[in-house]
């Protein structure tokens, strides 16, 4: 997908919502490609990304202001959670976990896949309180 017309470049929710744990070897001082000084240590076995299992979580690597303008700084490099997580909508498939980290910031849904299979994505109230600018 274009990241021209991806709302996920404006939205970063799922990344200051949910805690990113994986294999500890997908991090580059175990043959991975994760950089390891943007993780932290869970367990012998699995290590999540550094800040996504703080209160409130948010990634160090998500740079942007939620809802507005994001980006991943590893994104190249992600680990397979966020490879594998996909936004509402993708593929005409619902995401509830997407959903429920858009609501949770008071972003709405996404809406269903248009006919042409892009997504379109509802402007909200929020995104002049935020200071977020349209994008025509």
């Given at each position: 997908?274009?990241?021209?017309?991806?709302?996920?470049?404006?939205?970063?929710?799922?990344?200051?919502?949910?805690?990113?744990?994986?294999?500890?070897?997908?991090?580059?001082d175990?043959?991975?490609?994760?950089?390891?000084?943007?993780?932290?240590?869970?367990?012998p076995?699995?290590?999540?990304?550094?800040?996504?299992?703080?209160?409130?979580?948010?990634?160090?690597?998500l740079?942007?202001?939620?809802?507005c303008?994001?980006s991943c700084?590893i994104?190249?490099?992600r680990?397979?959670?966020?490879?594998?997580?996909?936004?509402?909508?993708?593929?005409?498939?619902?995401?509830?976990?997407?959903?429920r980290?858009?609501?949770?910031?008071?972003?709405?849904?996404?809406?269903?896949?248009?006919?042409?299979g892009?997504i379109?994505?509802?402007?909200?109230?929020?995104d002049?309180?935020?200071g977020?600018?349209a994008?025509?």
């Amino acid at each position: 997908m274009n990241d021209d017309g991806n709302p996920c470049m404006s939205c970063g929710a799922c990344c200051a919502l949910f805690r990113v744990s994986f294999y500890w070897a997908e991090a580059d001082d175990g043959a991975g490609r994760v950089p390891a000084a943007l993780t932290e240590p869970l367990t012998p076995f699995l290590r999540c990304m550094a800040g996504s299992n703080d209160r409130p979580p948010r990634c160090r690597a998500l740079v942007g202001q939620i809802g507005c303008s994001v980006s991943c700084a590893i994104y190249a490099s992600r680990p397979s959670p966020c490879r594998e997580f996909r936004m509402s909508g993708e593929e005409g498939l619902a995401n509830a976990a997407c959903d429920r980290a858009r609501a949770h910031y008071g972003l709405p849904p996404l809406a269903p896949p248009a006919a042409q299979g892009e997504i379109i994505m509802p402007r909200s109230p929020r995104d002049d309180a935020l200071g977020c600018q349209a994008v025509d």
